[in-house]
DNA sequence: GACTAAAGTTTCATGGGATGGAAGTTTCTG
DNA sequence: CAGAAACTTCCATCCCATGAAACTTTAGTC
């Protein structure tokens, strides 16, 4: 009867919208105001500004003096008890933080989520070059070191669906050929370690390894170095007694 | 007009159960059984089941095989954009790990939170002691050593509107005299550092400094160490520099 | 492997809460 | 200090969340 029905699959449903407005947080909007978020969700601003008003009262969302809207602390509490802050960051962190002070490099942590890798942590100092990768950031698995190696160590079955889809190819040297990602993930496989030549960032390189438990690689590390630092004997050896440090630390728990 | 209009708190409200339903998600519940969500927060099976699956859907949520849900990545990553992660924990992290290759021990990075001290991130090895601070986690400003530079250097009223609240003592050492506590806070200004002994947990004692932005007080970082390894000079010496490094590193972005 | 208790899932009639246009208020901006 | 943009409140309408009950699956026992 009401004639401006919306048709198609209406986005309806009060929780959905209230995840589909956390969701706009993202590494471009670390900061939104009621005004942003309506544009970005295409809600009615007085639907909208219910539900944030509703998720700031309960502390998942926080209001600034500048009226921008954050991610709040309660929501924040919550997240550390993902069993990714839980057990992998934790674990892994003193190993990282000492692989950090002993290569002064970009030092990455990641796991496989949603067909991407998922960075966990990363450390980066002065001394370090800059990077797109954030904890928290997804980036695609056949640029990058450490999603090379979370590629390379899945079924031959999951490898060949990923490759079926069109590959992002943010720089000239990124390896989009199927074909030749396949031979690029053999070798990971027969060496232990993935190398990207500026295969993501113009002038940089990284090495990455994974960290195995119980014959399957739950999650990589790596460095992210300049070009012409990429001293791959030296960084493999580092990096794979970190990988082996982490995973006694995660079965010690 | 609407007759049985119950006007008091009514507890409803399908999203504030879906944030209450979160957070049962706790440091003592990294992964509950629909049955247990339904207890801890008194649902109706078939009302949290809805919930929980819509919550699932979404990726704030995910189950494993031994049908326990658990905090979901997209949850984790949407938290990651919170500014504590953003701004604090990114910049103090490589500081962090250099004062941990340093002196060994615990480190903790806290903020106030609520009127308590909220752990934004600890790095713990082998050779430090075990503690019951962890990321994410909350623990009272007066039983520790970030909690009393926190506390030290709010303002006059929110000292005292602190200390008019009956006050935990998790340990005979623990100071809860009002007085006491603000002799002892009056030294951590004057000193510029804060110690305990044995005020959260027998046998270990914690050294702390503020992190200073703008004449206020945005963070500590503390060391905990056993009783025997207190060495107050040195560690104090060090976390000042530590702090300086982080504030700087603030500041610099 | 049958039996059973507990955990999880689906169903559905009902009414209470969500909805969003519109009007009112505050806060920027030139 | 206008004028506009951002934000907040209001409220009649109606849709969707509700939860008891029935049903299905899983895990535990002999």
Chains 1, 2 share one sequence.
Not at 83 to 93: D, F, G, M
Not at 198 to 216: L, Y
Request: aromatic content about 4%; hydrophobic content about 40%; proline content about 6%.
């Amino acid at each position: 009867m009401s004639p401006a029905r919306v048709e198609s699959g209406a986005p309806t449903a009060l929780l959905e919208r209230a995840m589909e407005i956390l969701s706009c947080f993202d590494p471009k909007h670390s900061a939104l105001t009621l005004t942003q978020i309506a544009e970005l969700t295409k809600l009615p601003m007085s639907t909208c500004h219910r539900i944030v008003g509703t998720l700031e009262a309960g502390g998942f969302l926080s209001k600034g003096s500048d009226r921008k809207f954050r991610v709040g602390t309660k929501l924040w509490t919550i997240a550390q008890h993902a069993p990714l802050s839980e057990r992998l960051r934790e674990s892994a962190l003193p190993t990282l933080a000492r692989l950090y002070e002993e290569t002064g490099e970009n030092v990455t942590l990641a796991v496989l989520d949603r067909g991407q890798a998922l960075y966990v942590d990363r450390l980066v100092g002065e001394r370090s070059i800059p990077t797109i990768s954030r904890a928290g950031g997804h980036l695609p698995l056949h640029t990058t070191g450490v999603g090379k190696v979370l590629l390379a160590y899945q079924s031959e079955k999951a490898i060949e669906q990923y490759l079926a889809q069109p590959l992002p190819k943010p720089t000239p040297q990124s390896i989009t050929q199927p074909d030749a990602l396949r031979r690029d993930l053999a070798d990971v496989r027969k060496n232990g370690y993935s190398i990207t030549r500026q295969e993501m960032t113009r002038g940089s390189g990284s090495i990455a390894v994974p960290i195995m438990r119980n014959g399957r690689c739950v999650a990589a590390v790596g460095v992210i170095v300049h070009l012409n630092r990429l001293d791959t004997n030296r960084l493999v050896s580092t990096l794979t007694d970190a990988a082996a440090s982490i995973a006694a630390e995660l079965d010690g728990h």
